[in-house]
């Protein structure tokens, strides 16, 4: 089985910093693209905040841009995603994600979801 543990939730101030990890676990053959989503509280779609493929090709959310910084580690398969200059509208639940291959199931790509961390940003 595969698990995907998100940390580094927390709360802080506007204008304030953390740092999200998420480390993937279990019979993982491959990983692609990772990435991250919001929350936001009384919202039920999770929306799109960054994403970073194997090669580390990076995307953003442009509401993010400037902001945060995602990252990841290979040969720890975690994926980080680093939040400067937060603002209270950051405030929710941070969802990541992994488009992988299990060694069960080696040619067909899943995406896996960890069960979040609460940012809170206070203004």
């Known amino acids: 089985q595969v698990q995907l543990v998100e940390s580094g939730g927390g709360l802080v101030q506007a204008g304030g910093s953390l740092r999200l990890s998420c480390a993937t676990s279990g019979s993982i053959f491959s990983i692609n693209a990772m990435g991250w989503y919001h929350q936001a509280p009384g919202k039920q779609q999770r929306e799109f905040v960054a994403s970073i493929t194997s090669r580390g090709s990076t995307n953003y959310a442009d509401s993010v841009k400037g902001r945060f910084t995602i990252s990841r580690d290979n040969a720890k398969n975690t994926v980080y995603l680093q939040m400067n200059s937060l603002k209270p509208e950051d405030t929710g639940v941070y969802y990541c994600?992994?488009?992988?291959?299990?060694?069960?199931?080696?040619?067909?790509?899943?995406?896996?979801w960890g069960q979040g961390t609460q940012v809170t940003v206070s203004s």
């Open positions: 994600n992994g488009d992988l291959s299990t060694a069960q199931a080696m040619g067909i790509v899943t995406r896996w």
